[in-house]
Each structure stands twice: as C-alpha cells, then as structure tokens.
C-alpha cells in the first residue's frame, strides 16, 4: 500500500516552459487536492477533486489546471510556468469529502521555475 | 482576510518534557481545527483535529485544547520524544469557507534536546 504518490521529485522549469505534476493514490478515496507550500508559510489550496469527474477551483488556482484522470490519479499542470510558481507541491487525498476529515499527503514535488 | 496564525515560531524542549505548541485564528466563524505534523522533506501527517462543539479532545500522547473565547487552540504532546520533532501546523475550516478550504498557519518548528 504505496499511499498517495507524486512524481516527479524534482523539477527545474525555465520560465514559460509547461510541465505536468503526476499524483496518485490507492486507498480508493473519492476526494483529492493539490497544494502549495512556500518557505515560511502553510500550505495553499490549489484547487480539488471531490469526487471523480468534478474539479473545483482553491485559494490559488490562477496559472494552473489540473484533471481528474481516474479515481485514482489527479493531475496538475502549468502551462506557462512563472518564477512565483517556484515551491513545493503536495498532493492529498481523503477517504471523507470535505476539509473536516484526515487528509493523505504525497511526498511533494520540489518545483523551481527560473 | 482573517488569518490562523502561531504564537512561537521555535519551540526547543527536552527529551521527556511536554511540549505546547499554540495557534491563534482570528476567524470567529471557524469551527473545526486540525493539527498536522511535518517531517523534514515528508508531506504533513494528521494527528488530531476537534470541532468547535469541544474543549478538549486526547490522543495518543497528543491532546488539543480548544479556547473559543479567546480563539486559541493548542497542542500538547506528552513526553515528548527525538521522533516527535517536526513543524507543526494548526489549520481550521470554516462552513462560510467552502467545505473543503483549510487554512493553514505559518507552522511551529518544534525541536527535542537529547
């Protein structure tokens, strides 16, 4: 039981290059979430999965897409990456929809954009 | 907008003492919060949460504490341990949110003196 997984690790953008952060969970939870974290605060949501099929916007959705492949898997993708996109992503997923029950973190994807 | 934020950023404590880690939010709406711990270079891991309906709520080695007059929250970890030093975020949830937004605060380093 791998949990929730992230690829890549790490990533080094140029600035306007797109890219695509894979994250995928086998707990068969419904609910999943992409977030930010940047040096010195908490995270930030991205935007969230409640269910397969649907796709709703967070706290800091503006330059990012994501998609909802499967159950699964819950993609995000920058088209046109910004230097104030350089942080750490994580990933989430919880068996419980909405923010009030456990949520199950990737190990994060390391992105600088130069 | 309102924040949930920490008092101390840097907690030192010895192996064997208790430790208090606290969280102060200003959004008087708020009522769920919930307690994560983060490993260097790991994602954040549920400990505890509680509703606004509660005090107090124990876990294992953990309990949160709730002062909705003064909208503070803390973590109190007993016999606090090498393995336990981590950050620390508190975050709440309120229904005027979204169900699925959790604020997230800043995050206490929490650090165990062998």
């Known amino acids: 039981n791998a949990g929730v997984t992230q690829t890549p690790k790490f990533q080094v953008l140029k600035t306007g290059q797109s890219m695509t952060l894979q994250c995928a969970q086998d707990?068969?939870?419904?609910?999943m979430y992409w977030y930010r974290q940047d040096p010195g605060m908490g995270l930030r949501l991205i935007y969230y999965?409640?269910?397969?099929?649907?796709?709703d916007k967070g706290e800091v959705p503006n330059g990012y897409n994501v998609s909802r492949l499967n159950k699964r898997e819950f993609s995000l993708r920058l088209e046109s990456a910004a230097p104030s996109q350089t942080s750490v992503y994580f990933c989430?997923?919880?068996?419980?929809?909405?923010?009030?029950?456990?949520?199950?973190f990737g190990p994060g994807t390391r992105l600088t954009v130069l | 907008g309102e924040n949930v934020g920490l008092h101390l950023p840097t907690l030192s404590v010895q192996e064997g003492d208790n430790s208090i880690i606290n969280c102060a939010y200003s959004?008087?709406?708020?009522?769920?919060f919930i307690w994560y711990k983060q490993e260097s270079g790991k994602g954040p891991q549920f400990i505890i949460d509680?509703?606004?309906?509660?005090d107090k709520r124990q876990g294992q080695r953990v309990t949160v504490l709730l002062n909705k007059t003064v909208k503070h929250l803390s973590l109190q970890i007993a016999a606090t341990q090498p393995g336990d030093s981590a950050v620390y975020f508190c975050?709440?949830?309120?229904?005027?949110?979204?169900?699925?937004?959790?604020?997230f605060g800043k995050g206490t380093k929490l650090s165990v003196i062998p």
């Open positions: 989430a997923s919880s068996g419980l929809a909405g923010a009030r029950s456990e949520q199950f």
């Open positions: 959004n008087s709406a708020s009522d769920y």
């Open positions: 975050a709440e949830n309120s229904s005027g949110a979204g169900s699925y937004q959790l604020t």
């Open positions: 509680i509703r606004s309906n509660m």
């Open positions: 707990m068969n939870h419904n609910s």
């Open positions: 999965s409640a269910s397969e099929g649907t796709t």
